[in-house]
């Protein structure tokens, strides 16, 4: 009997160990920034459905960042949406040339007003169920300090039109693996990490992160081995799927086709540009409106098409892109004016534009994640820190804060 209840209490122990154990995990794996959402409660908005402005002027947007953004010689992938939504928060803080800028850039002649509830429309009506996974988060980090303030009506407008969470936080090394830990769950892992450290001029972080899923709805039935031909002639062996497709799309300078996701919510669009072509030549022509025009246009042929599997990641500071497109007062420390977010002792900038992508096409489907974080900086000088040691005699005093008159002074000379 004794033997029986020590092997009971022994194996007690080994499973309160484990409870103790998951927990510690579940602890480290948690944010451990202030989460502010419980002071701010998105409150209804009216949306307003997308119409033809709306959808001309992102497509506009979408193929302008990419056409300057684009590496010349190597794999690249944005998403404009992801960009788009991560700039259209920070602009709820700006003012002034500042605020009329990026209202330019991002809606055309729409107002900013305008863009919030169009964007909350559009993205609240991106369909997402269990046989494809279209999920959007975004969040806003800001630093937990006297010097800084920010606006609340900057944060209520962010949560609800954007659903944003709201984090304070020292800003030190726990705030790096909090940031990068957010954007990896909420890009389902495709993201590991968009910061690695954070500057100490640095006061806010608006983030935005999407993730997409989805299977076929006519899978690729195998791969074989294949050739693909790269930018500089190198030809490579791969692996190539082919299937055969109902959509064909020519615009006169290149040619592809459209191919379904389950469901039909969502479809991968593929441009070869002809052999006369080069690829940076074409997408010099592309315009939002000519890429619109090719894809609400396909025929409806027997396409055979061949296509690679490959997977890719793309990451880039989107600084001069922004700026080349229009979007300059917002990185100049001492013209950008984004009094609306907030107050500091020195002027709020931009300090960078970062986006990481990355995206897997298989037999089965397509996977592809994105990130980006708008850095706000903070023009006031940080000095070195101070030191003081008390280790020899010296004055001290308790004063009254409302006059600052000592109401005990003394020294310390000596201590026994």
């Known amino acids: 009997m004794r033997k029986k209840n020590l092997i009971i209490a022994i194996l007690l122990c080994i499973l309160l160990l484990g409870i103790i154990i998951v927990s510690l995990v579940r602890c480290s794996m948690k944010i451990q920034a202030t989460d502010l959402m419980e002071g701010i409660s998105a409150k209804e908005v ?22 300057s953004t684009v590496a010349v010689d190597k794999n690249s992938l944005i998403s404009p949406l992801s960009v788009m939504l991560a700039l259209s928060m920070t602009a709820n803080g700006a003012d002034g040339q500042t605020k ?40 806003i980090w800001f630093k937990n300090e006297e010097s800084f303030t920010v606006e609340n009506e900057f944060l209520q407008k962010n949560s609800d039109y954007y659903g944003a969470q709201i984090y304070k936080s020292k800003f030190d090394d726990k705030a790096v693996i909090d940031i990068n830990r957010w954007v990896k769950n909420k890009t389902a892992g495709m993201i590991d990490d968009i910061i690695g450290q954070i500057d100490p001029q640095d006061v806010m972080f608006i983030i935005n992160a999407i993730a997409f899923d989805a299977e076929w709805e006519n899978k690729y039935d195998d791969s074989f081995n294949g050739e693909f031909t790269t930018f500089d002639g190198t030809k490579r062996n791969v692996k190539m799927m082919s299937s055969s497709e109902s959509k064909f799309i020519d615009d006169g300078k290149a040619t592809g086709f459209i191919k379904s996701y389950k469901d039909d919510k969502y479809s991968f669009v593929a441009l070869l540009p002809n052999e006369d072509i080069s690829i940076n030549d074409y997408i010099s022509t592309l315009t939002g409106e000519s890429l619109l025009a090719v894809i609400k246009s396909p025929q409806h042929i027997l396409v055979e098409s061949k296509l690679p599997k490959f997977s890719s990641e793309y990451s880039l500071k989107m600084n001069d892109a922004l700026k080349s497109l229009g979007m300059s007062t917002a990185f100049n420390e001492s013209t950008a004016d984004f009094s609306m977010m907030g107050k500091s002792f020195g002027n709020l900038y931009i300090g960078s534009v970062i986006h990481k992508t990355y995206i897997e096409v298989s037999e089965f489907g397509t996977k592809a994640g994105a990130s980006t974080v708008v850095e706000m900086k903070n023009t006031a000088a940080v000095e070195a820190g101070k030191t003081v040691i008390l ?18 002074i003394g020294t310390v000379m000596d201590i026994k």
């Not at 900013?112 to 279209?134: A, C, I």
Request: aromatic share 14%.
């Open 391 to 408: 280790n020899r005699p010296f004055v001290y005093a308790i004063i009254d804060n409302s006059t600052n008159l000592p109401i005990f």
């Open 100 to 139: 009329k800028e990026m209202e330019t850039l991002l809606g055309g002649k729409m107002s900013l007003d305008e863009l919030n509830n169009y964007l909350y429309t559009y993205v609240k009506n991106l369909p997402s169920s269990n046989k494809y996974k279209f999920e959007m988060a975004n969040s």
């Open 46 to 67: 009216s949306g307003k459905p997308s119409d033809d402005e709306f959808i001309n002027s992102s497509a506009n947007f979408a193929v302008e960042l990419f056409k």
